[in-house]
């Protein structure tokens, strides 16, 4: 089992497993990473070269250089890293949680939720960015409450929590429908490029909360991680083995929904990133344990991945991010589901 291999590591008054594997994992991810971002910064329609980038970064650029570096491409492809690996984490987190491949959060409805605050504030109350990013938050919160509070009976068993998710989602999808449809067309077309999910336009205000959050959340996250390896054994083992299951469960849910919440404020609704992360950083670890940071790298890759190769491929037609990711995402959820289905777990 993940929880009793890997090489001890004690730091100070804190103790872990390294897995060698995991370990080069994500340092080969994060190499990936800075290398999606080198592109995404040298590249466009005013390209630069590496000597302009690097004069750039220490301040001797020109005028229309430092704008392109700091106020344009910089805080873009800083908010893909930081919302692709807050949304791996949630992702780990859930499917975790939940024992199920499927338990990711714009599946179970926190991120449908969070769009659901969104829009209200948008179409509703006629609220700027601001004001949206606080009801995409308070919108996800919501949501999670609802769903954990329907799953709970006793405690949370996964599949419960799946269906019931699932079924928020619909509620909450056709809710969303039903403001686009009362909404002015100014209105609904604001709303509905937000909906899609872009990293368009990000700017340092959407990059500020996200790192935030995860300075907050991803340690909180690490440390009672080690939990989610004993709590995949069952409740009745995790009890025998001293773990407060409920307790723990909430506080990992509390930070999962936080990571959702501000990742869909700053970028939108982008799915299947946190569906898709997880199931590929533990397959390229090679563990059967959770994976918390090589999913937090794999995320980064591929939103941020997603994102440059939406700009580079289709140009001035360049896609959102989140259609990118959602194209990708539905023939992953579609390969999933038929793996599941022949491996006989539905």
């Not at 594997?21 to 080969?28: E, L, N, S, T």
């Not at 005013?46 to 805080?75: E, H, S």
């Not at 709970?152 to 996964?158: A, L």
């Not at 080690?226 to 930070?255: F, H, K, N, Q, Y």
Request: charged letters at 10%; one cysteine or more; aromatic letters at 6%.
């Amino acid at each position: 089992m993940s929880v009793v291999s890997g090489v001890p590591v004690r730091v100070g008054a804190l103790s872990f497993r390294a897995h060698p594997r995991a370990v080069i994992v994500v340092v080969a991810l994060l190499f990936v990473v800075a290398g999606l971002a080198l592109l995404g910064l040298l590249t466009g329609d005013f390209a630069l070269n590496l000597a302009q980038l690097w004069n750039t970064l220490q301040g001797a650029g020109t005028g229309g250089q430092k704008y392109i570096v700091f106020d344009l491409r910089l805080p873009r492809v800083t908010t893909a890293v930081l919302v692709g690996a807050g949304l791996g984490v949630s992702g780990a987190i859930f499917q975790s949680l939940s024992r199920n491949p499927l338990g990711s959060p714009d599946i179970i409805g926190f991120s449908t939720g969070s769009a659901t605050g969104a829009i209200l504030v948008l179409i509703v109350f006629g609220g700027g960015m601001t004001q949206i990013a606080l009801g995409s938050i308070l919108g996800g919160v919501i949501a999670a409450i609802i769903v954990y509070g329907l799953a709970y009976r006793t405690g949370v068993q996964g599949y419960r929590l799946i269906l019931i998710g699932i079924g928020v989602t619909a509620v909450l999808g056709s809710l969303n429908t039903y403001i686009l449809t009362r909404a002015g067309l100014r209105q609904a077309q604001a709303a509905q490029v937000w909906l899609v999910g872009s990293l368009n336009g990000r700017g340092w205000s959407e990059v500020l909360p996200m790192a935030i959050a995860m300075a907050v959340l991803l340690p909180a996250a690490i440390v009672l991680g080690r939990r989610l390896g004993v709590l995949e054994m069952g409740d009745e083992t995790a009890t025998m083995l001293g773990i407060r299951t409920e307790p723990t469960r909430l506080s990992l849910v509390v930070i999962s929904v936080a990571l959702t919440a501000v990742a869909t404020a700053c970028a939108g609704p982008i799915a299947f990133v946190a569906l898709a992360a997880p199931q590929l950083a533990r397959r390229l670890a090679g563990s059967s344990g959770v994976a918390l940071l090589p999913a937090a790298a794999m995320g980064a890759t591929l939103l941020l991945g997603g994102d440059v190769l939406s700009q580079r491929v289709f140009g001035q037609n360049a896609l959102p991010v989140g259609v990118a990711t959602a194209a990708i995402g539905g023939l992953y959820l579609a390969w999933l589901l038929a793996t599941e289905w022949r491996s006989g777990r539905r």
